[in-house]
């Protein structure tokens, strides 16, 4: 299920999630379009802060709405024979934000028609935000209701459940719009009422936690209660306030228990006749076969066995819910899922296993109530559960088969917490930017969900394996460090950044190591990275990760927490071959470790692009079909030659295509810059030779660049607004018609920057220029002509190029010109295995839509052999971009029931990979040996080939002695018994 929106009429959020590429398309909206769009962030602040000490909050005055549409005054009542509800109407100021914003705070649900709360065109985000709303209201004292929830009569209960009854009855009936979503259907009913239930889990940790902040004392038993519920944890707050008693006020008393009543709500028993009551509104076959699974639970059953009987009653639901035949019995069965899931992650938490056999036996049966409740989707279910059951009717498992189970376990963890986010992370980044308690909602809910126990399992799991195989994380201050597992393997010091929020507005250093939830697309140089979620092995920033030897590593966000301590702090920073993680402070390095950031030791790190073969005297455009892979760092740059190569040997596979080369900028950097007595070409170097005479008086780092970026920054300025030559635009008027056989303006393009300096064996430079997606426009493709051109000289990719590069300042750039295909899906295709498998073997990252993987989106990533498949991480990117014809891209939305790749599309990428193998070397004459690294595409199964690189790894970090050192050998063939105890 798909919907689509134009990226012109994108909100705010939209445009800064977009990537780097789009963001560079989405620059080319007028301004005034731009500005209209954007947020009133401050605004909103102040109406946040009014709202909370107005009597009346965000309410206006109390109204009548009659069912004729007609609106009353409160002491005017709708006449009998019309009829309506009588409720508050809200402020002029909040009805503004929705109008103009799509921002909506009103926690009114009887003021809402079904199609426009549900609202599909917009990813759902009204119910969505309904449910951020509540939660708000749950953490921060009613939030903006905070008084305005004692005016009376403004929100009349029993109205609100019978509209939340008559939206789902309205909602479930219709198949298209909840295909796919069993898992945000499930997480609404929390909290809309429909049936007089309550979100009594939230409810329990926001009473906490206002506790927990008043009182320091109980802190722990608050982090306690957030972080491992369990029934006896009533019995320990009770202990509290006895023991405290006399140092409790009055309001903390009530407070105390407010809480404990509804501790003891929550964990009151399953009452299996009350699910047996809704069971039986169902129609058979189904009520029939959900009572014979429920016959054999009572509530005497252990923990385990309490699990165990009402696992296949969640996955009964799971299976069947699509063919449920009204919207009744819908309602029902995600309400009997509802009351069901409560009771297995309450008992999960009573459910301590003592030996192996027990842990996985317990890991394995929460990842089958994980796809039962939808936090995984059961094609990815079905992928992994024969891994996760190896320890069924055996004795033993070597180290090599616990360490599989242990990283398939891990990932159920990651999938799982990757669902709330890929549902909910668009709406609370945009509520974040007014409201940072917002951050706390998908914290909220993985913490709500099995989630939580199946992460502390695994936690227990990884812990044994360490200890056994002598593959240790050492991380300071982080509770479950066998959580954390490396992606790069390389070395840092510097300070420790750990962003809890937003990544907006950081000014990322060179110098600093980075924690945070997802790094940006557009990431400058740092000095290491650790993400929540990694989003691809081949994604632009991954590969550069892994090109410069920056380690990388992927952790949980309760490591990420725990790390927030040391922010600000000095650190050192590995991750070895093997995937084992070190972090410690500036006091604890050893020698070694201190000797590996001297001066001599880092300089070895940069390398020379060579020069000498640029062709400046080719002033002419060059048509795909008259260049070839030789031309590279000649007349075009790797990205041109590479395809071009392709385009001869897979003419079917490739698009027709044009390239401007070196020769036609560097022509036009003979023009007369504007506001300067020299040229483009004198004025830059000029710039260089400057920066030198700095450097020989001694000068610093720091000085020498900030000089440097002040006036390259003012030549790329220029050369945006500089005139092409007319002779020029007259060549790019023949080409189009030549390669495309339509004028210029009928036929979108892509703008693909490509300079002499990326893509190649040493340095991949991945992401680092502008690509331009789908201009149609003449003037815009002028425009876009020269932003391209203009693009090495940006910060980002200035700043990359220095730290790795000795000739940085040597950059020319070349553009590719190539229609797009609006393909079904695009990634990238690695031709050896990454992290996992052989050299023979493939990486593959996949996303829906066009410029898949690349940019770090959360793709479906496999690691494939000749005869077989391994899913590595499902996707969770809940949004794609397509191409229409009129130029530009749309968004749209999709879901996760269903794989991204067929196994008819594996089967055509292994094809083509063999045949690259073959061909490359031989039709180029290349010496190269290594994996390459491809973007291609499949529309309607037909593979599409869009570019084709050297797969540069970090040689130094993998020969590094200092890395070999701390990678410990292991005996993978060791068995252990599965009786052994914990």
């Known amino acids: ?232 944890d009533i019995a320990s707050v009770k202990s509290f306030v006895s023991k405290h008693n006399s140092d409790l006020s009055a309001d903390q008393k009530k407070e105390f228990k407010t809480l404990l009543a509804t501790m003891e709500d929550y964990y009151k028993p399953l009452n299996i006749k009350d699910i047996k009551g809704l069971s039986n509104q169902l129609s058979n076959p189904h009520k029939t076969e959900l009572n014979n699974l429920l016959a054999p639970y009572n509530a005497g059953l252990s923990a385990k066995d309490k699990i165990e009987t009402l696992g296949p009653v969640l996955m009964y639901i799971r299976e069947h819910f699509e063919g449920l035949n009204s919207a009744n019995d819908k309602l029902a069965a995600l309400d009997i899922s509802n009351k ?95 409201e940072p308690l917002s951050y706390g909602f998908i914290d909220d809910k993985i913490r709500s969900s099995i989630a939580l126990d199946l992460g502390n399992s695994v936690g227990v799991l990884g812990k044994y394996i360490s200890e056994k195989s002598s593959i240790k994380n050492e991380v300071i201050g982080v509770s479950k460090p066998a959580t954390i597992r490396g992606l790069n393997p390389g070395y840092a010091f510097g300070e420790l950044v750990v962003v809890e929020g937003s990544i907006e507005n950081i000014n990322f250093s060179k110098d600093k190591i980075y924690v945070f939830n997802r790094p940006p697309s557009g990431l400058k140089p740092i000095a290491g990275i650790m993400t929540v979620s990694e989003g691809n092995l081949v994604s632009h920033v991954q590969l550069l990760a892994r090109n410069l030897g920056v380690p990388n590593a992927a952790l949980s966000q309760e490591n990420l927490d725990d790390l927030a301590k040391y922010n600000g702090k000095k650190v050192f920073y590995a991750v070895s071959t093997k995937g084992n993680v070190i972090v410690k402070t500036e006091g604890q390095m050893s020698s070694e470790e201190k000797a590996l950031f001297s001066k001599v030791e880092r300089s070895t790190n940069k390398i020379t692009v060579p020069v000498d073969r640029i062709q400046l005297d080719q002033t002419d455009i060059l048509n795909m079909r008259e260049v070839d892979a030789s031309d590279s760092g000649k007349l075009c740059g790797p990205k041109a030659a590479n395809l071009s190569q392709l385009k001869s040997m897979f003419p079917d596979h490739v698009v027709e295509g044009f390239v401007i080369p070196f020769g036609i900028f560097r022509k036009h950097l003979d023009n007369q810059m504007t506001g300067q007595n020299m040229t483009y070409w004198a004025f830059l170097t000029q710039t260089y030779a400057e920066c030198e005479a700095m450097k020989k008086a001694n000068k610093t780092e720091n000085e020498v660049e900030a000089y440097q970026f002040k006036r390259l920054s003012t030549l790329r300025t220029a050369i945006i607004n500089m005139d092409l030559n007319p002779d020029f635009i007259a060549q790019l008027r ?33 992401g680092l220029n502008l690509t331009l997606f789908n201009v149609l426009a003449e003037q815009k493709i002028i425009e876009g002509i020269k932003k391209v051109w203009a693009s090495p000289y940006m910060e980002r990719s200035l700043k990359w190029r220095q730290k ?141 080939l869009f570019q084709i690189r050297p797969f540069v790894q970090n040689k130094k970090a993998s020969s590094s002695k200092y890395l070999k050192s701390i990678t410990p050998k292991v005996n993978y063939n060791q068995n252990i018994p599965l009786n052994s105890n914990l």
């Not at 018609?737 to 009928?746: L, Q, T």
């Not at 498949?869 to 009129?886: A, D, G, I, V, Y």
């Open 804 to 944: 790795y590069l000795l000739n940085p300042e040597y950059v020319f750039p070349s553009i590719l010109v190539i229609p797009g295909v609006n393909v079904d899906y695009s990634g990238v295709v690695v031709t050896t295995g990454i992290n996992a498998g052989g050299e023979d073997d493939l990486t593959i990252a996949f996303s829906r839509g066009v410029g898949g993987a690349v940019d770090g989106q959360s793709a479906e990533t496999r690691m494939v052999s000749k005869h077989n498949n391994l899913l590595l991480s499902p996707s969770r990117e809940p949004s794609f971009l397509t191409l229409p014809k009129t130029g530009g891209t749309n968004r749209e939305y999709t879901t996760f029931e269903d794989p991204i790749l067929s196994e008819k599309n594996m089967q055509s990428i292994r094809e083509m990979v063999e045949q690259v193998r073959k061909k490359m070397p031989e039709q180029t004459g290349s010496d190269y040996k290594g994996p390459y690294d491809m973007e291609m595409g499949f529309q309607n199964d037909k593979l599409w």
């Open 1 to 232: 299920m798909q919907t689509t929106i134009s990226l012109w009429g994108l909100k705010p959020l939209s445009l800064r999630k977009t990537t780097t590429k789009i963001l560079a398309l989405a620059c080319l909206i007028s301004t005034s379009a731009a500005t209209a769009q954007e947020l009133p962030v401050d605004q909103i602040k102040s109406q946040i802060k009014a709202y909370k000490k107005d009597v009346r909050g965000p309410y206006y005055r109390i109204k009548w709405f009659c069912d004729d549409g007609t609106i009353r005054e409160a002491k005017d009542p709708c006449p009998d024979e019309i009829g309506g509800i009588q409720h508050a109407s809200l402020k002029s100021d909040v009805e503004k934000l929705g109008k103009k914003h799509h921002i909506f705070f009103g926690n009114l649900l009887v003021q809402n028609e079904n199609e426009d709360f549900w609202d599909h065109k917009h990813n759902h985000s009204r119910l969505k935000q309904y449910q951020i709303v509540k939660y708000l209201q749950s953490v921060d004292e009613g939030w903006i209701y905070r008084r305005g929830q004692f005016y009376r009569g403004a929100m009349q209960s029993e109205d609100e459940q019978a509209w939340g009854l008559e939206f789902y009855k309205w909602l479930l009936k219709n198949k298209s719009y909840t295909k796919g979503q069993f898992f945000l259907l499930k997480q609404s009913l929390h909290d809309i009422p429909h049936s007089g239930d309550s979100n009594l889990a939230q409810k329990m940790r926001s009473e906490s936690k206002v506790l927990g902040n008043e009182i320091s004392s109980f802190m722990k038993l608050r982090i306690k209660i957030h972080g491992n519920p369990e029934k006896r």
């Open 340 to 434: 069901i899931e409560k009771t297995v992650f309450q008992n999960s938490q009573e459910w301590t296993p003592n030996d192996l056999n027990g842990i996985l036996q317990k890991i394995d049966y929460l990842s089958y109530v994980a796809a039962s409740t939808g936090l995984i989707e059961l094609w990815e279910y079905n992928k992994i559960k024969s891994t996760l059951g190896k320890y069924k009717n055996k004795k033993q498992l070597t180290i090599a088969e616990l360490n599989k189970v242990l990283s398939t376990s891990r990932s159920v963890v990651e999938w799982s917490a990757g669902m709330v986010k890929a549902n909910y992370s668009e709406i609370v980044e945009t509520y974040s930017q007014f």
């Open 734 to 766: 023949k080409n189009f018609i030549d390669a495309f056989k339509k004028p210029i303006g009928e036929v979108p393009v892509f703008l693909r920057s490509d300079t002499n300096m990326e893509d190649l064996k040493e340095f991949t430079g991945a």
